[in-house]
């Protein structure tokens, strides 16, 4: 759609908006525009992570997911403080069921939510999507991270008793 010039500048323009709703919504009507580069949808993004609402970016990333799920996106994810709206990103990413590699980063970043409950729910709605082995450690080593006893057990549960777990031939 653009050359890269267009595009620079196009983002240093959005950039340059200081209400975070405005700045969102721009992002949100550049994003209906079909057929954009995974440049745009990088810069969307990174231009996302500067928002300082933790709705305003939760509600850009969750349109972007459609898209884009790369690195700049899990990057701008973890910069919501809100656990409730990083969660709603999360769950967005795990709707559109990804590949391999954004699984483990969506585990990743899951595994830095404050919400147990919601962390939990993540990371069982991931378990349900893979039996890898790659993603099964992730999992686990983000079960780790629970403080609740209860979240902890039945993510701890639906590993161990998964098909394919080292536990479930038992």
């Known amino acids: ?48 992570k500067g928002l300082t609402s933790d709705n305003d970016k939760a509600t850009v990333l969750i349109s972007l997911s459609d898209h884009y799920t790369g690195t700049s996106f899990f990057d701008a994810a973890d910069t919501i ?51 890898e082995p790659e993603v099964r450690a992730a999992l686990q080593q983000a079960c780790e991270k629970l403080s609740s006893d209860s979240d902890y057990r039945r993510v701890a549960s639906a590993l161990f008793n998964a098909p394919g777990s080292p536990d479930s031939s038992k």
């Open 1 to 48: 759609m653009w050359n890269p010039q267009c595009r620079d500048a196009w983002f240093s323009v959005a950039n340059l908006i200081q209400s975070d709703n405005d700045r969102a919504s721009v992002l949100q009507d550049l994003l209906k525009t079909n057929s954009l580069q995974a440049e745009t949808y990088r810069n969307v993004a990174k231009s996302a």
């Open 81 to 131: 403080q809100s656990s409730s709206d990083h969660a709603r990103v999360l769950q967005a990413v795990l709707e559109h069921k990804p590949a391999k590699a954004e699984l483990l980063q969506a585990v990743h970043s899951a595994a830095g939510l404050s919400d147990d409950n919601e962390k939990a729910n993540l990371l069982l709605q991931a378990a349900r999507q893979s039996n």
